[in-house]
């Protein structure tokens, strides 16, 4: 988990062999271009359905009916179809760069993907690309001797196998960098998958164990040995998940930041060496830590202390296994799928080996591949555009703080300050990463991907006691997303969702603020959701609402948390309102100034009322559709329970659903009669 919170949207054709194997075409791949997806579907509505009954089947019941999930998916929709098209684009530059590159950085992420694809090398090499990390874990001798392991773990392969470090910006002096250690992650979904007592939990942790000593004997090991070390594995990840703290608890800056002299780390956890770690990357004289979960850090210091060295280290073989399953040989690539993805998610067949080779040389090389994919698919046009959105929604923003009626001046005095100070950053970065340093094979995929880890983990720890860059960005280009990030108070939309259907030049304005106008509204009122609202307009935590005034938004935003977790994501499982409650808040505020935003827009050609009907549907009601149909998604029973437990996003219906039914305005596009389910007679509003 990120050790920062940042509030988020949402998750050539030319072939040839390549020197270490076959970078040919895939049987899988598309014969042409995925066509764009549609930003206003006459086709998706289903006029049998009352829109005042249930706005989502009627904005997008065909859709819905038309566009079954593929088997290679666990869920099916617009933001789907959209990085669909964006993955095979971008895998065209890939193809192109392996094949016949024309620059040192195609050179370098052509290698990147075309290691990735060698699916015979790997095959060949089966569990070999790990052995130097299992022989380094096999040599530990004591348990005195782990926090030299964990630097020479993170220095050559960039990743701890007990506790690590990283520099993050304080976020009560966003002017400073500073260490902090966070908590650790599980290889279940969620803490939850192991303390939960219900059947279908029971039921998992069964499969999980049997899936673990499958990989064992893959790695080969016994099968009675591997059905030991399965069980440490179980144990020693059930103490941790008892010992983190939980999703909703992360959520709250105040209970993620604690700072401790070293020597109170050292305290807190006896069993570990803080000093030998810190010498060790080279930040001994740091006085200081951000300590983000001191329960976690107590709670693995106890497992430490209760496990035997044996035990440890099947915990850590475990680790270095899955993490690098999915680019070792068939057979734990398959097994990893079946676990993973099928049993856990739903999803019927392995995603094409094209598109994860394309996504993980964009996550290991975004702002590489970055740079040629926004030449070719985000024209200056589109950046000119969209910056005069972002100009019109932060006007619609500033006259609904003038007139919330629950506000007092001196908050307002606040929040108009920090909306002015908000800053935006608009498709890709205006200075690129430089690469040069990092060394890619095109014969090491496992070797490329650990690499790209060190170089990442050693360009982070240079931040140390540095100005914050305000520049940088935490998604690459052709990401299908957006964030508002609260410690630099700025909005990121990455051109990769500057793209139909959520903005399309030529559409009419109606469309483009109820798609595009919307994301925007959203990242900005993520700005003062329940965790926004804790940082100023410097990005600092502060306490800035009157007494009264947070009353108020504490009753409101408990609205919207209430509200939210009696929404059913599948049979029997709710929402967790309090987990989803940012981005639902952020959703019915995005929604309201967006609106805001296209009344302003149409103010000068007459009014919203004069805007002609396109298709029989009034500019208001084309607006909630273009909304709605953003939020097309079939999603398969399984995948919807687990982001039920782990996602902060609502499941795409009640995105839609419990945003307009808390909108006034959507009621009176549509003629609704208050009782009905879409307006309610008693609904929720913070912004």
Partial sequence: MRLSSVGAFFLSAAMASAAAGQVGSPSDLP???????????????????????????????????????????????????????????????????????????????????????????????????????????????????????????????????????????????????????????????????????????????????????????????????????????????????????SRVEMRDPDKRYHILAVAELQALSPNYDWKKLLAGEGVASVATVDVTSPQYVSGMSAVLKAENLNALKSYFRWRELHGAAAQLSEPFVKENFDFFAAILNGQKQQTPRWQRCTRATDAALGEAVGQDWVKQNFPPDAKANMEKLVAALERSLDEDLKTLPWMGPETRAEAKAKLDAIRQKIGYPESWRDYSTLLVRRDDVIGNAERTAAFDHKRNMAKLGKAPDEKEWSMTPPTVNAYYNPSQNDINFPAGILQPPFFDNKLDPAVNFGAIGAVIGHEMTHGFDDQGAKFDGKGNRRDWFTKDDLANFNERTSCIADEYSGFEAAPGQKLNGRLTLGENTADNGGIRIAYQALLATLADKGGIDAAPKVDGYTAQQRFFIGFGQVWCENQREAAARVQAKTDPHSTAEWRVRGTVQNFDQFGKAFGCKVGQPMMPEKSCRVW
């Fill in 31 to 245: 014969t042409e271009i995925p066509t764009k997806p549609i930003s206003f579907d006459l086709s998706a509505i289903d006029k049998t359905v009352d829109p005042c009954n249930d706005f989502y089947k009627f904005a997008c019941g065909n859709w819905l009916k038309n566009n079954p999930i593929p088997d290679t998916k666990v869920r099916w929709g617009a933001f789907d179809e959209l990085a669909q098209r964006n993955v095979y684009l971008l895998y065209q530059d890939l193809q192109a760069a392996a094949t016949a590159p024309k620059t040192p950085l195609q050179k370098k992420y052509g290698d990147y993907f075309a290691a990735c694809m060698d699916t015979k090398l790997a095959d060949t090499l089966g569990a070999k690309p790990i052995a130097p990390n299992l022989e380094a874990i096999a040599a530990l001798k004591d348990k005195d001797d782990l926090a030299t392991f964990d630097v020479a773990m993170l220095h050559r392969f960039g990743h701890a196998m007990v506790f690590g470090v990283a520099v993050t910006q304080d976020q009560k002096d966003s002017t400073k960098q500073i260490l902090a250690t966070g908590q650790g992650v599980l290889s279940l979904p969620d803490r939850d998958y192991y303390l939960n007592d219900d059947d279908r939990s029971k039921k998992i942790r069964e499969q999980y164990v049997a899936h673990v000593e499958k990989m064992f004997t893959l790695l080969g090991d016994s099968p009675e040995k591997a059905a030991a070390e399965a069980a440490d594995v179980l144990r020693i990840e059930t103490a941790l998940a008892k010992a983190q703290m």
